[in-house]
């Protein structure tokens, strides 16, 4: 992992325009496409028109066709008004599967009695109230439509399908010889490549609202701040300490550690060319820059914890590798070990696909269903995600071993 925290931060500019959409995408504990989408399933296989349509029954309990367009709405910005007739069939067909697999896991997830507490619910939840103020996560609510209760009733079923992927991923084992092989066969992808270590000191010239007691509110409070730790620096303080309690940064519980980069991340994530370059020729290791701003506008003060000039071939004998490696392993089992509960779990259970059916008796309208929702949008069908990519923890990371485990920086 490669300077997360100044990615982590870039990329989160693109957030600040739309800061209570956060919690949308934030609240990961939803299973369904990625999005904000409770599954209002009820019992009852019977049809009807409008909100209460039934898209399909999975054992018994109806998925509404309101359901459906609300999570393409969601995805869409509310635009959906605007997508064609193809597409707006497509999106709901991919949509409705969505929510077919995830309600056929959860019943799964109760056939074999799998139960989440109260408390598993409560830090879920908490989790993300916490990641902002309580007028943003209640204006979250209302522009979302949904209660704090219906929340809690669908983060008890994504949390009950993970307990249940948890239950099976723990089965698995790899074997020593696996890791032996997958090495042999992939030595290229293990070698300690040219780069350097760094810790920063960061300070954001926005208020943070009360995080940091030492907290910099303005542009000349910022400045004078990173001056002020500059000089502790100077004089002798030790710069692990100083980041711990004055750096506005994610990095400063780890004493301002941001880890290893090769020349090409740094340019990438917009390390100034001669900036770069001092790091790999005249700056000295242990030595730390000057206060420099950058065009987000906040300060860093950057320390060179380590520098690595050579590309060096790495071994099983090298701390990390073996761990790589079976991780990568894992990570694959999980992703076919998921696909394989989906199936069977699909297997079970008795599925009705209204929606479906409705398109085959009338291929010229398409069934003539119209948007059980108001909106629309441009988003394509090929957004949707299936529970298992969205629910199936690192299970869904890696389609192989060779992408887990590769030293290679993680791109954000």
């Keep these: 992992m490669l300077f997360d925290d100044i990615r982590r931060y870039l990329e989160s500019q693109k957030e600040q325009k739309a800061k ?9 504990i939803l299973a369904v496409a990625g999005s904000l989408a409770f599954a209002a399933c009820k019992n009852g296989a019977g049809s009807s028109t409008g909100d209460a349509a039934v898209a399909a029954t999975v054992n018994g309990q109806s998925i509404t066709l309101s359901e459906v367009d609300r999570i393409i709405s969601q995805q869409t910005g509310g635009q959906q008004s605007k997508m064609s007739p193809l597409e707006l069939a497509a999106a709901r067909l ?140 100077l004089s002798g303080a030790d710069f692990a300490t100083v980041a711990r309690a004055s750096s506005e940064d994610q990095s400063s ?73 079976k991780n990568g392993l894992v990570s694959q089992r ?8 989906i199936r069977n779990a699909m297997g079970d259970a008795q599925v009705v696909n209204s929606l479906a059916g409705n398109m085959l008796n009338d291929p010229s309208t398409l069934g003539g269903l119209q948007p059980a929702t108001p909106g629309g949008g441009t988003a394509t069908p090929a957004s949707t995600a299936t529970p298992a990519a969205a629910t199936a923890s690192p299970a869904a990371a890696s389609a192989s071993p060779a992408a887990a485990a590769s030293p290679s920086p993680e791109k954000k």
């Excluded at 209570?20 to 990961?28: D, E, I, N």
Aim: charged share 30%; proline share 3%.
């Design 253 to 325: 519980i780890r004493g301002g550690d941001i880890g290893f980069a090769n020349e090409q991340d740094l340019k990438q994530n917009g390390f100034p060319e001669e900036l770069v370059n001092s790091f790999f020729n005249s700056m000295q290791v242990g030595s730390f820059t000057k206060p420099m701003r950058f065009p987000d506008g906040r300060w860093y003060i950057f320390k060179l914890t380590n520098r690595q000039l050579e590309t060096k071939p790495q071994t099983l004998e090298d701390p990390s590798v073996r761990e790589r490696i």
């Design 20 to 28: 209570v959409h956060r919690f949308a995408k934030q609240f990961a």
């Design 334 to 341: 999980q992703t076919l070990l998921n696909e394989a509960l």
């Design 94 to 233: 991919q949509v409705l599967d969505s929510l077919i697999q995830r309600q056929v896991l959860v019943q799964r997830a109760e056939k074999e009695k799998i139960v989440v507490s109260d408390d598993d619910i409560n830090s879920a939840i908490n989790a993300q109230k916490t990641k902002g103020t309580t007028e943003e996560w209640e204006k979250f609510l209302k522009d979302n439509n949904v209660t704090e209760q219906q929340l809690r009733d669908e983060a008890r079923k994504d949390l009950a399908i993970r307990k249940l992927q948890e239950k099976l991923f723990g089965k698995i084992s790899i074997r020593d010889q696996e890791v032996v092989d997958f090495f042999n066969n992939n030595r290229a992808q293990f070698v300690d490549p040219r780069g350097v270590f760094l810790s920063d000191i960061v300070v954001d010239p926005r208020d943070s609202a009360g995080a940091l007691a030492d907290d910099a509110k303005s542009e000349a409070e910022a400045a004078a701040k990173i001056n002020r730790l500059h000089a502790q620096l």
